[in-house]
């Protein structure tokens, strides 16, 4: 029996193992709580998003969010000839080079970039950065001219939905013709891609349709009358978004593909462009999990169950956006029917992983749960409080190693 339909998460004989090894094994090794990093899912992952990518775009490009987790020992799986890195600082940028990835492959993203951001054009020929902002397309340039380089430059726009904010609006006329202007004065770097991303937790496939629309309109908008701006063929790069796996199905990635490709056709020549994606979540996401212990059970003044456990917010942030799945470790096959909610280790009441999740009827103290999906987020946004942050066990390959949890 598979956890949440995830092949790497199953259950025999009342027996849970996690990446072919049992969780009685692992947790003979260390104590929980404690991550688990399961490096041949996301080799899995990555390569089933590359296959269906290509089958509908051929030489598209994608690119690992480095931002979703930055744990050495997945940076390395998922390097290589399919797969680029996205990174957002200096710091995501060296890890992504220690991993594996060339700075060819390498996307510098993001609203935030800062000196050690524009110094990397020191070191690195034709890097390519995605700008949200006018002002930072001059920084950039000036950057190159500084140190006898040249760079490629992207713009992000702002995908429409209501009070969005970061990012170019096509819409905005003053400030293409504005932007239009600065991109044809700097002459140390090379307009190449559009990018807008339509969120996180993406479950409609035609969200990427209307994205990939806001792009051909701003690439007509910033070459009205202008002639051919942007280098052929031109770069649009859809971001990421995906869910994990169990809801981001092959199925619904080819409906993600579709969509994107009528929405190119109806007016223009598909191959004009290469598709660019940055799956995070669904490569990380349910190649993590954690192993934590029930410490109390009791009912607050509404009678409802609860069960505080020994990891909080300070572990496994809600700003992660992750659909959690709890499972009992001790009684894993058990129906996971009944309600309770789960209070983190945090002194607050607002440090809550869940109201009225599934779990076993029978919450026991001292025997442990497993949360799944949570390999995307949880150390990047968490936040930090006074207790230990818990170790990562890297399983792969059926090598179960303990490393620490590289924090930001």
Not at 159 to 167: I, V
Not at 205 to 212: H, I, L, R, T
Not at 263 to 269: E, G
Not at 298 to 317: E, K, P, S, Y
């Amino acid at each position: 029996m598979r956890l949440a339909n995830n092949p790497a998460f199953t259950v025999t004989g009342g027996k849970l193992s996690m990446g072919g090894r049992s969780v009685e094994d692992v947790m003979a090794m260390v104590k929980p709580p404690f991550f688990v990093l399961l490096p041949d899912r996301a080799r899995e992952n990555r390569d089933t998003f590359t296959s269906i990518a290509q089958e509908s775009f051929p030489g598209s490009r994608c690119y690992y969010s480095v931002k979703t987790s930055m744990q050495p020992a997945l940076l390395r799986a998922i390097a290589g000839a399919s797969m680029g890195a996205q990174v957002v600082s200096a710091r995501e940028f060296e890890l992504a080079r220690a991993a594996g990835f060339s700075p060819q492959d390498i996307i510098v993203d993001g609203i935030y970039h800062d000196a050690t951001t524009f110094d990397l054009v020191a070191r690195h020929d034709d890097l390519l950065f995605v700008e949200s902002w006018e002002r930072n397309v001059r920084f950039l340039d000036a950057a190159c001219s500084q140190h006898g380089k040249s760079a490629r430059v992207g713009l992000r726009f702002r995908f429409p939905r209501k009070e969005n904010r970061l990012g170019f609006s096509p819409r905005d006329r003053p400030a293409m013709d504005s932007l239009r202007e600065t991109l044809s004065s700097c002459k140390n770097v090379e307009p190449c891609m559009l990018a807008c991303h339509p969120g996180s937790q993406v479950q409609d496939p035609k969200a990427y349709a209307v994205a990939c629309q806001v792009l051909l309109d701003a690439q007509e908008a910033l070459e009205r009358g202008n002639g051919s701006l942007f280098q052929e063929p031109m770069l649009i790069d859809l971001g990421g978004g995906f869910p994990e796996p169990e809801m981001a199905t092959p199925a619904f990635l080819r409906a993600v593909m579709a969509a994107i490709r009528d929405a190119i056709s109806a007016n223009h020549d598909p191959g004009r462009y290469i598709l660019c994606f940055e799956p995070g979540r669904y490569i990380a996401g349910d190649a993590g999990a954690l192993v934590a212990s029930l410490l109390h059970v009791f009912n607050d003044d509404g009678g409802n169950r609860w069960a505080l456990l020994d990891i909080g917010m300070d572990v496994l942030t809600r700003f992660a956006n992750s659909h959690y799945r709890f499972f009992s470790i001790e009684h894993p096959d058990a129906s996971h029917g009944t309600p309770i909610s789960f209070q983190g280790r945090v002194p607050t009441e607002q440090d809550v992983f869940g109201k009225g999740v599934h779990f076993v009827k029978e919450a026991i103290p001292g025997e442990h749960v497993l949360l799944l999906n949570c390999g995307a987020y949880s150390t990047t946004f968490s936040m930090r409080f006074s207790f230990p942050h818990p170790p990562t066990v890297v399983i792969d390959g059926g090598c179960c190693t303990v490393e620490p949890t590289l924090l930001p």
